[in-house]
T-cell receptor, first 113, second 112 residues
Framework: DGGITQSPKYLFRKEGQNVTLSCEQNLNHDAMYWYRQDPGQGLRLIYY???????QKGDIAEGYSVSREKKESFPLTVTSAQKNPTAFYLC????????????FGAGSRLTVL | GQQVMQIPQYQHVQEGEDFTTYCNSSTTLSNIQWYKQRPGGHPVFLIQ?????EVKKQKRLTFQFGEAKKNSSLHITATQTTDVGTYFCAAPSGAGSYQLTFGKGTKLSVIP
């Protein structure tokens, strides 16, 4: 079955540590996205990528970094520069011609202690 | 940037009652999407509206796009416990943009 796999599902880290969240899709989608969700909030875009080796900042990119070395993979690193990293992180993908129709992964919940 | 305001933030209904959530924008939208997120789950795409005044139905769910393409609504008839979750609207941040702006969502609770 095609879909998006995010790992880990839960992650605990100490302050000051970098953390990398994995996102893999087998939908053959060109575009991939990272969103952050906080309680009672909508989804806010962190980074997105339309093509391999290219990505753009979203609304809240500060303190995050990404790479897109393969079409299937779009890992997100939460760096120590991110002031409030505890959140639910959602990876998504879409076709380029249908970029408003997102398929989401199950999410990764990061807690910084 | 583009903002979409969604109301209400919470709605508690008795099973069998109807439910409506509204999404409003100060600017004209090229299209609008609706997503549902079950408790503990991830958002799932429900529908896309593109045309002015468009109305689409999915069983007990009715989606509308305003004539001016600045507002949209999702109406659920005779709610069931399976309708529980948070409903989000989402619209492109600008013409041709890859960025979707999501509303803050309406959290629906259904009392059996």
């Amino acid at each position: 079955d095609g879909g998006i796999t995010q790992s880990p599902k839960y992650l605990f880290r100490k302050e000051g540590q970098n953390v990398t969240l994995s996102c893999e899709q087998n939908l053959n989608h060109d575009a991939m996205y990272w969103y952050r969700q906080d309680p009672g909030q909508g989804l806010r875009l962190i980074y997105y990528s339309q093509i391999v080796n290219d990505f753009q900042k979203g609304d809240i990119a500060e303190g995050y970094s990404v790479s897109r070395e393969k079409k299937e993979s779009f890992p997100l690193t939460v760096t120590s520069a991110q002031k409030n990293p505890t959140a639910f992180y959602l990876c998504a993908s879409s076709l380029l011609r249908d970029r408003e129709v997102l398929t989401f992964g199950a999410g990764s919940r990061l807690t910084v202690l | 940037g583009q903002q979409v305001m969604q109301i209400p933030q919470y709605q508690h209904v008795q099973e069998g009652e109807d439910f409506t959530t509204y999404c409003n924008s100060s600017t004209t939208l090229s299209n609008i999407q609706w997503y549902k997120q079950r408790p503990g789950g991830h958002p799932v795409f429900l529908i896309q509206l593109v045309k002015s005044g468009e109305v689409k139905k999915q069983k007990r769910l009715t989606f509308q796009f305003g004539e001016a393409k600045k507002n949209s609504s999702l109406h659920i008839t005779a709610t069931q416990t399976t309708d529980v979750g948070t409903y989000f609207c989402a619209a492109p941040s600008g013409a041709g943009s890859y960025q979707l702006t999501f509303g803050k969502g309406t959290k629906l609770s259904v009392i059996p």
